[in-house]
């Protein structure tokens, strides 16, 4: 097997990814990123919408980088460690000058300041945006701009797990998809930057690359996933494709009405309304649909038209393109028709603000991949481009901090065992095909452990994945093609995305109450005694180990949560 080897190895290339490799590339470093895709195609380029940053000189003059930390902690219903999201409120406007400085260019207002919009759940308008391809024109300046880097980037690679050597984490095994040839890359330090997964549901606006692979990685190689539980839905996925309309739909003046033409959300958020928080607007629309409201195949409709078509077409093209080409409905003439569906994972591999996991270490994570606890238990609109690059430069320089006192390490025993598993999928010609056991979780995770959850509904989501991971262990795949075998990966991702499956339901069957995006039908009430603290869910073999750790607080108390 082939050997390679780097002061540090991030895997995955989208926002998180390359902000980190920037900042320790710039310090001197040799950096490998590894990407199931050429970085460009990453998801970050689907992020719509815009990034939140309170500027100077360029926000509301009422607004302040204080008011961004308590939107933020209110959003994530109180279960966001406040020390980090002053960090993101604070830096927020340094990120997007430094952005600025390398060539992205945002909408402006007439007078040549930088455009703002709303979203949910922000006090006053703080969201920048390039159109509403805030997420592609960002990744492609960033991609450019570490490209001059001394940084090596193996593009569709596939990353099988990580090497560990006496508790710290030393490399990674990972696999060309072209020639499926593994390698072993060495490293004093791995970053997960692998993003979210959304594959693991039946209705997801996430692209098929996003299942979750570093948070199984993790999970294998012993550390513990944070707040697991806590899964976002978007409320206005396009019906039937589940492709994303953004949330500038609203915040540009969308509404969400019914089959009765009735503005719906005035019961549901009086004085936010179409722009509360998604967990709101999530059960809103759902609640619309289940009491009769909604239309046949179970979504309601978002109306546009008001705004004129040189305004849709100018902020919202998207939404335009998406409406007219999968849906056969050209929004500037009349209501788009959307449903909720799942959109991010707050939960991720378990760090600090410095991005650095406290079991192993060598091991980091940024972006969605990581749970550093901005977000809490919901993420507002716009912060997770932020996030990915506030936390991606604090990882960055972190690890080159523990670059600078690293020592040598020891190489990983038997790599080749990882490659022998994974090849296994190939070699057997019976049991169970991969493609039923995919369609049979991805539909238990969204019936059972979506939107609304209950205690019958989690224990058999818990029971049935439980299953699926014993039969997963006779999968077989049909091609036996050694050149870019999709089937393949594909099995090696349904591996990842089990692994998650069962900490997933299984901790949010332990939360015994309701907050941001996990809502209990049985216990539809926030419970800060006993619940305002963290989960931390360590996979044992079969069994999930659940522990908890307390929330940070520096300012604010929980209190009720209205818009």
């Not at 980088?65 to 406007?93: H, N």
């Not at 090596?152 to 984490?169: A, I, K, Y």
């Not at 619940?531 to 929980?558: D, F, S």
Request: with cysteine; net charge neutral.
């Amino acid at each position: 097997m082939e050997k390679l080897n780097y002061d540090v190895v991030v895997v995955g290339g989208g926002l998180a990814g390359l902000m980190t490799a920037h900042e320790v590339a710039s310090a001197g470093f040799r950096v490998a990123v590894l990407s199931k895709v050429f970085p460009t195609r990453s998801h970050s380029a689907c992020a719509e919408g815009g990034i939140a940053a309170y500027m100077d000189g360029n926000s509301d003059p009422s607004d302040s980088p204080e008011f961004m930390v308590y939107d933020t902690v209110k959003g994530g219903d109180y279960l966001v460690d406040q020390d980090a999201a002053e960090i993101l409120s604070y830096k927020s406007g340094e990120i997007v000058r430094l952005l600025e400085s390398w060539g992205a260019l945002f909408n402006r207002q007439p007078d040549g300041r930088v455009a703002l919009r709303y979203f949910g759940g922000q006090t006053y308008p703080r969201t920048r945006f390039v159109g509403d391809k805030t997420g592609m024109a960002l990744l492609h300046t960033i991609y450019e701009r570490v490209s001059g880097l001394n940084v090596d980037f193996f593009s569709e690679w596939f990353t099988l797990d990580l090497l560990v050597t006496d508790r710290r984490v030393t490399g990674v095994v990972a696999m060309e998809m072209k020639s499926m040839s593994p390698a072993t890359f060495g490293a004093k330090a791995v970053v997960l930057a692998t993003g979210g997964n959304g594959m693991l549901y039946q209705h997801t606006t996430n692209s098929y690359i996003n299942t979750g692979d570093g948070y199984a990685m993790a999970l294998r190689a012993g550390a513990a996933l944070k707040d697991p539980e806590f899964v976002q839905f978007h409320p206005t996925a396009l019906y039937p494709s589940d492709i994303l309309i953004s949330e500038a739909a609203r915040g540009e003046g969308g509404i969400l009405k019914n089959n009765k033409g009735e503005r719906f959300m005035t019961k549901y958020a009086p004085m936010k309304l179409d722009l509360a928080p998604r967990d709101v607007v999530s059960r809103a629309i759902l609640t619309e649909v289940a009491e009769g409201r909604g239309f046949p195949g179970g979504y309601v409709q978002l109306d546009l038209t008001h705004l004129g078509e040189k305004y849709i077409k100018e902020r919202l093209a998207l939404a335009v393109e998406a409406g007219r080409n999968f849906a056969g409905v050209d929004p500037v003439k009349e209501p788009l028709p959307v449903r909720p569906a799942q959109h991010y994972y707050m939960g991720g591999v378990d760090v600090d603000v410095s991005g650095a996991n406290p079991d192993l270490p060598g091991l980091f994570a940024a972006g969605e991949a990581a749970c550093v606890s901005v977000h809490g238990a919901n993420r507002l609109g716009s912060n997770s481009l932020l996030e990915t690059l506030v936390f991606g430069r604090e990882t960055g320089q972190a690890v080159v901090k523990f670059l600078e006192n690293s020592k040598e390490v020891r190489d990983a025993p038997n790599p080749e065992k990882v490659v022998d598993d994974a090849y296994s999928f190939v070699k057997r010609e019976s049991g169970v095909h991969f493609g039923e056991v995919m369609k049979e979780l991805r539909k238990t995770m969204w019936e059972d452990v979506g939107v609304f959850r209950d205690e019958e509904r989690l224990k058999r989501a818990v029971s049935k994945v439980t299953e699926l991971r014993k039969t997963a262990v006779n999968m077989y795949v049909t091609d036996r093609s050694k050149t870019y075998n999709t089937e393949f990966f594909n099995a090696l991702e349904l591996r990842n995305m089990l692994d998650q499956a069962v900490v997933i339901a299984t901790t949010a069957l332990n939360r015994t109450e309701s907050r941001g995006a996990h809502y209990r039908l049985d216990f539809p009430k926030r419970d800060d005694k006993q619940w305002l603290k963290h989960t931390l869910a360590y996979l044992r073999g079969n069994t999930v180990e659940i522990t908890y750790k307390p929330v940070k607080i520096t300012k604010w108390m929980p209190e009720e949560r209205v818009y």
